[in-house]
Structures are given as C-alpha cells and as structure tokens.
C-alpha cells in the first residue's frame, strides 16, 4: 500500500482460505477500499499488470446485482427476496431464514383477540418525509382501562415500488407520535424525543421488509382523553409507504390487569429534548421530585433512548436513581447499548425484528437501536423503591458512555 492510494488488494498464500479482512484489526482505519483474493487470482492479476507497458493496471472495485440470484419461500408459502449479499457469506441465507421465522411469529401474535383501532394503510409520505392521520376516538372508561392490559403498536413499513431496489437508501430514524389536544406541533423530527411520542423504529437500507409489533402500554394515557387525535409517521428521508399502522388493546390477563391510569412527562429544568451528550454537562441538573397520584398501587418508569450521530458506534448506559434504588439499562438491556461499534452486533437482533441483509452496513452494532428495527420501550417496575405512596418521588438521570468493548467508562460522552 503506498501512501495516498485508493485501494489495496491483498493476495493470499496459495493452498490457504481467504479471511475477512478487517476481522482481526483496526484496517477499517485506513479510510481506502480492501479486498483480498486467492493465490490464483492474485498470480492472474500479476501478470495482467506485467503485460502492460506502463506496469498500471486499473482495478475497479464495484458491486454487481443479479436478480433471481436467492429467493426464500415463507411460511404462507409464498415468495420472499432476500436482501443484497453486501456481507458475502452464506450466513446472510441463515439471517434470511431467522426474519421469516420471526414474520411468521409475528402473523401469529397479530391473531390474538384484542380490539384493533386503525389509523393509516397505504400512505405514502409526503412534504417532509411525513404521513398524517386524524381518528376520532371515543374517551377511554374506567371499565375499559380495567377490561385491558396492554396496548400495542402495529407499523408496516414498505416502498412505492415492489423490489427491494426500489427503496430508498439511507437508514433514518422512524417516529409515530399522536397528539389529542389541539396543538400544532405534530410530528418529530429525528432522531424523536418529546412528550406527544408514540413509537420509534429505524428505516432499512433499501430493503421493502419492516413489520413490528411493539408493546407501547406505558404510553396508552396519550389516548385516553379521546376525541380528535392527530397521528403523525415521518420517516426522516426518501419516499416510504405506511403500508399499516393501528393499535391493539389486549384483554387483561392473570397477572397482569388494567392499564396505567396516568402518566407523566419527564421534563428536566434546563435540559432539551435534542440536546446532545458530548459533555458532563449533558448529565448536570437531571433530577426531579414527582408527586404521586391519589391511589396509585404501581408506577412504572419508561423510556425511549437511541443514541445517533457520535453515539451511534460507542456503547452508552443510561441509570435512573428512584429514591434510594437504582435502574439502568445494562440491567435489562445490555445487548442493544453494549455491543455498539461490535462487527456483528445488529445480526444478533434479526429472530426480534431487524431486517438483515441490507445494502449497507446494517450488521455493525448501534447504540439502541438497528437498522429496519422498532426501538422498543424500556420499562422498570420501580413499585419497590416507594416506601409511601402518600409522599413525593424523587427521580434522577444519568448516562455514562464507554469504549467499543465497554472499558472506560465515563461522563464526557460520544458526540
């Protein structure tokens, strides 16, 4: 490799397998295009280069399609692509095979009795990347909030056309939010983040799959006052179409009985909801003091978090100190913040939604989240740090980011 280079092509020994490159170091570093190709060829190429009078021989580095080259035939029998083979192994077929294990788990969970509320089909986002729906909705009863115990969202996700080349590019953050009292600011913008907030995901890159089914129960209050309520999908870039989205309520089960009454929006004195954690600063005056409704038997904390720009490959933990107890991320999510910046981390999340086999880099691990994924809520029950519920609740944050790896942790953050 010789310094301002554009690409290297390394030759491997003859009787010897070729190896990923990249997988035992940091070569990714090197900002230039890297393959490595069999004794043969290499002695081929060499040869190429030394029938040319200047000793140059140009090498283009390109990647060619073939339809019909994979097709899978899903549970129902019917016809599925596969994805684009940007990670050429046959572990891309087994990732095929684990999302069309986990659609048809899917179908299953959508055949469950619940009471379905539509809200869009076959919408297709317009001026901002947006889709827009009004549905009048009666006010929730007591008798209904005790006849049900968890509501979730249903969100299908597809292209104006009906392959996969036909999709836009680039991954964006996905937010459904809903908003019953007359206010003008519908919809977020990425990466999300506000109180009116439904539901977040992530668009694929360039693939039509993206079905979710997504237990959104502790954020069931934004709908309760009913009458006309203005759902909002924008889906950051290119043109998608919001092939369906509704809520289900579930009947109550033992166990588990009756939806939350109420809820409340954190809201922390001196912070945004788009402000970025680059600094200590980001965790300063994070903190709270909650009075606790008349009557309250349970509280559950929950939360949306997805870490974008320089957060997006490093790995981040997220805590909240409820009184005197503590709640974190690691503790019921390590996987989905720890494993960011690892080379396969995302592949572990295909059996629970993600779309493999994108053209792109969907395989590395994010901070939160993967690509044509929901970004499901966290939720603790944090019942147990609350001696009384007559008294006040006392709430703090705060997150901690960490080398790839998860060494070093510490407050100055990732981007």
Same mark, same amino acid.
């Given at each position: ?323 005197? /107890?503590?709640?974190?991320? +690691? $503790?019921?999510? &390590? @996987? ?5 910046? !690892? *080379?396969? =981390? %995302? ?45 006040? /609740?006392?709430?703090?944050? +705060? $997150?901690?980011? &960490? @080398? ?5 942790? !510490? *407050?100055? =953050? %990732?981007?």
């Amino acid at each position: 490799y010789n310094e301002g280079g554009g690409g290297a092509v390394i030759v491997q020994d003859s009787n010897e397998a070729l190896t990923e490159v990249g997988a035992s170091s940091s070569i990714d570093a090197l900002g230039i295009v890297v393959t490595m190709i069999d004794a043969v060829a290499g002695n081929w190429l060499q040869t190429e280069i030394d029938n040319q009078e200047s000793g140059v021989l140009a090498i283009v580095f390109n990647y060619s399609s073939h339809a019909g080259f994979f097709f899978a035939v899903d549970a129902s029998g019917d016809l599925q692509q596969v994805g684009w083979e940007k990670y050429p192994d046959l572990m891309m077929l087994g990732w095929a095979g684990e999302y069309l294990s986990y659609t048809a788990a899917l179908d299953e969970r959508l055949m469950r009795p619940s009471l379905v509320i539509p809200v869009m089909a076959d919408t297709v986002t317009k001026d901002s990347n947006t889709a827009e729906a009004t549905v009048e909705l009666a006010p929730f009863t007591p008798e209904q909030l005790a006849l049900y115990s968890t509501m979730e969202l249903y969100f299908s996700l597809g292209c104006t056309g009906v392959r996969d080349e036909d999709c836009p590019t680039w991954d964006h953050c996905i937010t459904v939010t809903v908003d019953c009292h007359n206010r003008s600011n519908h919809g977020l913008a990425e990466p999300g983040g506000g109180p009116t907030e439904l539901w977040r995901g992530i668009t694929s890159f360039k693939r039509r799959s993206g079905r979710w089914l997504t237990d959104i129960t502790p954020f069931a209050p934004l709908i309760y006052e009913g009458g006309t309520c203005d759902f909002s999908v924008k889906t950051g870039g290119g043109t998608w179409v919001v092939s369906e989205l509704k809520l289900r309520l579930l009947p109550s089960e033992e166990g588990r009985k009756g939806l939350p009454i109420s809820s409340t929006p954190l809201q922390w004195p001196q912070h945004s909801d788009s402000e970025k954690f680059n600094s200590a600063a980001y965790n300063a005056n994070r903190s709270l003091v909650l009075e606790i409704p008349p009557g309250t038997t349970r509280i559950k904390l929950a939360a949306i978090i997805s870490g974008h720009g320089g957060c997006e490959f490093m790995p981040t933990s997220h805590h909240f100190r409820v009184n005197a /107890l503590e709640f974190n991320t +690691s $503790a019921i999510a &390590y @996987d989905r913040f720890m494993l960011a910046g !690892s *080379d396969l =981390g %995302c592949t572990l999340q295909v059996p629970f939604g993600s779309v493999p086999n994108e053209h792109g880099t969907w395989y590395y691990g994010r901070n939160g989240w993967c690509d044509g994924q929901d970004i499901a809520p966290l939720q603790w029950d944090v019942t147990e740090a609350v001696d009384d519920f007559g008294e006040s /609740l006392r709430l703090s944050y +705060s $997150a901690l980011s &960490y @080398d790839v790896g998860g060494g070093n942790p !510490s *407050d100055a =953050g %990732c981007g």
